[in-house]
């Protein structure tokens, strides 16, 4: 898995890095096909707002938040790639089951 964190308008610090790399596992315990995360962390004004991009095989997911605070917006953040992760999961569970069940009724017939 790759993990670029880019701060515009903010230096990246290491306990922010640290921060999201520990709330990341969360992510890759429920998919283990991630093949990159990128990370933007942005400042407007008193705005703090946080994005990632999460290329999946098969898919790619796009999470932003914004909040006043750095560490807060992150939170967010990760609350809702969570939500669109197993949401994503779920589906793929869904369409492999399906198919073995359809081809074993039609070779019943």
């Known amino acids: ?3 670029k964190i880019t701060g515009l ?3 990246v610090t290491p306990s922010l890095r ?3 790399e520990s ?3 969360r992510i890759t315990r429920h ?3 991630v093949i990159g995360i ?3 962390l942005s400042v407007d004004k008193l705005v703090q707002k946080a994005e990632v991009n999460v290329h999946l095989a098969g898919k790619d997911i796009h999470v932003e938040a914004t909040d006043a605070d750095m ?3 992150i939170d967010a953040l990760m609350d809702k790639l969570d939500r669109q992760v197993l949401k994503f999961k779920e589906k793929q569970g869904e369409h492999r089951s399906a198919a073995p069940q359809a081809n074993a009724a039609d070779a019943a017939l």
């Open 31 to 33: 998919v283990d096909n």
């Open 1 to 3: 898995m790759n993990l």
């Open 71 to 73: 560490y807060a917006a």
């Open 9 to 11: 308008h903010l230096e």
């Open 23 to 25: 709330k990341l596992e």
């Open 18 to 20: 640290e921060f999201i």
């Open 38 to 40: 990128t990370v933007t």
